[in-house]
């Protein structure tokens, strides 16, 4: 994603890499479309309809973005549309496949707008009840590629409260407010103010990996996150029809390849907003549900939009 910094000058915003081994061997899924389930599932099984599936243990003890086998390592059909302003993809999930139940058509769009949006679109129908939980998983850095870290960008949640996650990064299922925390990014606030904290929910995940609950209660039109660059100017605004965001800073980004342009990747190189589901709702019935119905149609936008102030 290239932008204009306040100088004019444009600059690749997304981290990545150059060919495409680097995304068959994507390790922190740079870029990636994210499913059937985004972020985790605890001890990797769950039940539906009286039914208990099991799906693979991928993140320590856990189910984490799909599986072995997840959406960002399968090959999708795609089509451009609209003048080639959009770009569509689709799959075809089958029975069993990761251990998910049902036939999954999925179809995602991307399309770059007039008003400097990248609005990311996802459909998807089942012919069995299952889990859906899309997203993006792209690592942004406003400053741009090789110009340092993301500890000096400035972040906004429009978020009270966060759910709270134990020693292995799953959520127990218990909800808490994000003032007097290190977890309180109601306005524009340094990530560096917080992020090595000594309060449990940074110190587990070595960094900021959490998931907010976002007051915008899926209005498209009301502003999830921003994050912000004092060295650019570049305004980076998110828009989701999603309950959640799962904010993370790249705490182990020295583990992937090098990416684009040869640039050795560091922890807290960029950082990620991923609208999602709450992580590991389907053990939490106060959460908002992921499985999506026979008959239903899973339909979620979010949509990243890009300034300069």
């Not at 990311?120 to 899309?134: G, P, Q, R, S």
Request: aromatic share 12%; hydrophobic share 30%; charged share 20%.
């Amino acid at each position: 994603i290239n932008v204009q910094d306040r100088e004019g000058k444009f600059e690749d915003v997304v981290f990545g890499y150059d060919k495409l081994k680097g995304y068959l061997e994507n390790i922190p899924y740079l870029g990636a479309t994210i499913g059937r389930n985004a972020n985790r599932i605890d001890h990797g099984n769950f039940d539906i309809n009286g039914v208990n599936y099991k799906v693979a243990v991928n993140s320590g003890i856990h189910h984490l973005h799909g599986g072995v086998k997840g959406f960002d390592k399968v090959i999708w059909n795609a089509k451009l549309l609209c003048d080639n302003n959009a770009l569509e993809l689709s799959y075809l999930s089958k029975d069993g496949e990761e251990g998910y139940p049902g036939n999954l058509q999925v179809k995602v769009i991307y399309t770059v707008t007039e008003d400097n949006e990248l609005k990311i679109e996802y459909f998807a129908k089942t012919d069995k009840d299952t889990v859906v939980n899309l997203t993006n998983h792209s690592y942004f850095n406003l400053s741009g590629q090789g110009f340092g870290n993301i500890l000096n960008h400035k972040v906004m949640i429009n978020g009270d409260k966060f759910t709270v996650n134990d020693e292995t990064s799953i959520p127990t299922g218990k909800i808490e407010e994000v003032a007097g925390t290190p977890m309180d990014f109601r306005k524009l606030t340094y990530v560096k103010e917080g992020i090595f904290s000594s309060y449990d929910q940074i110190s587990y995940g070595n960094g900021y990996d959490n998931n907010w609950i976002l007051n915008t209660k899926g209005d498209i039109n009301k502003i999830a996150a921003q994050v912000y660059d004092d060295r650019s100017g570049r305004l980076m605004e998110v828009y989701t029809t999603k309950p959640g965001i799962q904010f993370y800073t790249g705490n182990y980004l020295n583990n992937c390849n090098v990416g684009k342009g040869g640039i050795k990747y560091e922890n807290y190189g960029a950082l990620c907003l991923e609208t999602q589901y709450f992580p590991n709702s389907l053990k939490h019935t106060h959460f908002p549900s992921s499985i999506l119905k026979v008959g239903e149609q899973y339909r979620h936008t979010t949509i990243y939009r890009f300034s300069i102030i």
